[in-house]
């Protein structure tokens, strides 16, 4: 598998395109990565059946710290993932590609869970019983917060990425800091295990 900046000048135009084409179907907004991306700056990004970037150990940013509400009432925070990986997926009941992605979710949780790994899913804009009928229907077995009237929530995000940028998959390493980022619809259960299996295999 290639990663890291290497795609030449011709690649990077059709990377661009693919990504513009994925974020359509679900973004009303781009944020600063989507930005970075257009300007020609590809670093860490690799054309396919997904856009995506893996962040080196040294330039991670900062854990991120949350606290929010689940889908059945319990409270969820960053502090109860302490020294694990984490998979964060932001969705919504309505978006098509959050539908069409729910199923590799679902496998690749099942696949790296016994590994080590945690997944739990960021709901921007449903209420508990869309959410609930949402992972009844595909099969979700992790949980999610909800985000929606959730101010803090959605602030403790923001650094990482545009809410409105649904679907968005973050990979966070044993530290909280982001070590991988999907950019639209995930296409292919196999690439998200193998990015979680290389920060399960990391010492922190």
């Known amino acids: 598998m290639k990663r890291g900046g290497r795609a030449t000048r011709a690649g ?11 974020l359509a179907a679900c973004t009303s907004e781009n944020d600063g990565l989507v930005d970075q991306y257009r300007s020609g700056s590809n670093q860490g990004f690799i054309a396919g059946d997904g856009s995506f970037e893996e962040i080196p150990a040294e330039r991670r940013g900062d854990p991120i710290v949350f606290q929010g509400t689940s889908v059945d009432g319990s409270q969820i925070s960053s502090a109860d993932y302490a020294g694990r990986v984490v998979v964060l997926n932001f969705w919504y009941a309505g978006c098509g590609p959050c539908r069409a992605e729910a199923p590799l979710l679902a496998d690749a949780y099942a696949a790296t869970q016994p590994e080590g790994a945690d997944f739990l899913g960021v709901n921007i804009y449903d209420g508990p019983e869309q959410a609930r009928s949402f992972e009844t229907t595909y099969g979700i077995e992790y949980p999610s917060v909800l985000a ?16 409105q940028a649904a679907p968005t998959t973050l990979v966070l390493d044993k530290q909280g800091r982001v070590a991988a980022r999907f950019i639209g619809q995930l296409r292919e259960a196999p690439i998200l295990k193998t990015i979680v299996r290389d920060a399960l295999a990391e010492t922190p």
């Open 12 to 22: 990077a135009s059709v990377v661009a395109l693919a990504l513009a084409v994925t």
């Open 148 to 163: 929606r009237g959730d101010a803090d929530l959605k602030l403790a995000f923001a650094a990482s990425t545009s809410l």
